[in-house]
């Protein structure tokens, strides 16, 4: 004779229904795997210890869908609204604190093992400017019965102050880029251009995610300009890109500052940019004889233009970027006067802007012998006529 095996429910006795099923496991055959559509968590119910033993009635007298926390304070930055979150602060894209508290509560709530099939939805109530309180509504099968859940969350908006905000308004700078020229003041264009190289390094950089990279300070003076950032691995990116920009060369030295809490010691770093003397648009006299020349460049070797020829001019190798020349001018002292006649394809006739006299020149490759005004540049070394600047 043979008796059948029942089971009983551990907490009120009553006897349990038992799927035959349960109790026979599955051949293992490609069928096993595609039984059940439930998640894995519920394939294994009848392995997670007493709870799962307990007959309907008593599992779901003590059954939450929902694991949810009291309350969820979150920490924001009162002036990017940064949050605080672990041991850092991270740079949300929230369209206000309603979707930051969103977030949060969606990240806190769990959800419980036995349970698919879940849905949720999130209701906000703005209680006050610091509190938020969200209706959070969830339902899902259990035991192959609908089951749903209402759980209110209060979130609480506190504000601080972030770790790189603080150091902005504290003036915080780890690093100086000085701007200087050889034997000059650097070009209106030269300390603009360096100081939207400064703020562009400091954009990639932040795209990356780099919460301490900012520019501090931006100043200048009669001699170039200092620009103050926060870290020495952004003024060393600012020195090489204004030097592969602009030509020269730079250096750094290192200022002991302090000590920090580990006793390390802590230097700031000047990285000090030289630019070379003559800067692309002034007009320079070489000691060759051959004409002055038109600065093109300054990068390597300066190279330009012969205003005499039209030619190309490039210094020697031993030379650089400083060849020994005289400074005439620039593009900037062109002044523009009538063009009287093309002699022939070494020189023409032009009015001298001073004298208004009629005047015989080079003809440089670069002039349009058709033109009934040229741009030219009167100095020391004479009457040239000059390129015409770009957007004229």
């Not at 006795?13 to 099923?21: F, I, N, R, S, W």
Request: aromatic share 6%; glycine share 6%; hydrophobic share 30%.
């Amino acid at each position: 004779m043979t008796t059948e095996a029942r089971e009983f429910c551990p907490n009120c006795g009553d006897a349990l229904e038992v799927d035959p099923a349960e109790r026979t496991p599955l051949p293992d055959t490609a069928e096993q795997g595609s039984a059940s559509n439930r998640p894995a968590a519920d394939d294994a119910a009848g392995k997670r210890g007493k709870e799962q033993k307990l007959c309907d009635s008593c599992y779901f007298d003590r059954f939450d869908l929902v694991d949810a926390p009291d309350r969820i304070e979150v920490l924001v930055c009162a002036r990017c609204g940064a949050v605080h979150r672990g041991n850092r602060w991270v740079d949300v894209d929230a369209r206000d604190y309603t979707d930051i508290a969103i977030e949060e509560v969606s990240q806190s709530l769990g959800v419980h093992l036995d349970a698919y099939d879940v849905s949720w939805q999130v209701d906000p109530e703005q209680v006050d400017q610091n509190t938020i309180r969200m209706h959070c509504h969830f339902s899902g099968i259990v035991r192959e019965t609908f089951v749903e859940e209402e759980v209110v969350v209060p979130v609480k908006i506190s504000r601080q102050t972030c770790q790189r905000c603080g150091r902005i308004a504290g003036d915080y700078y780890a690093s100086t880029v000085q701007v200087r020229a050889r034997d000059r003041d650097p070009t209106g264009e030269e300390v603009e251009r360096a100081e939207a190289i400064a703020h562009e390094i400091v954009a990639e950089m932040e795209e990356t995610g780099d919460r301490d990279a900012f520019v501090t300070e931006v100043s200048e003076t009669d001699e170039g300009v200092n620009i103050k950032v926060s870290t020495t691995n952004i003024g060393k990116k600012i020195a090489a890109k204004v030097v592969e920009e602009f030509g020269g060369s730079y250096s750094d030295s290192e200022t002991l500052v302090t000590e920090d809490e580990d006793g390390e010691e802590v230097y700031r770093v000047t990285y000090a940019v030289r630019l070379p003397p003559y800067a692309p648009g002034e007009i320079i006299d070489p000691e060759d004889d051959d004409g002055p020349v038109l600065v093109r460049s300054v990068r390597g070797n300066l190279k330009g233009t012969r205003l005499t020829t039209g030619e190309d001019y490039e210094a020697r190798f031993e030379e650089g970027d400083a060849p020994e020349a005289r400074r005439l001018g620039s593009l900037e002292d062109a002044e523009e006067t009538t063009l009287v006649a093309v002699e022939d394809e070494r020189a023409v006739q032009v009015l001298d802007p001073e004298t208004y006299r009629t005047k015989t020149i080079a003809r440089p490759d670069y002039m349009d012998p058709d033109a009934e005004s040229v741009p030219v540049l009167k100095s020391r070394a004479g009457l040239h006529v000059v390129p015409e600047q770009d957007g004229e």
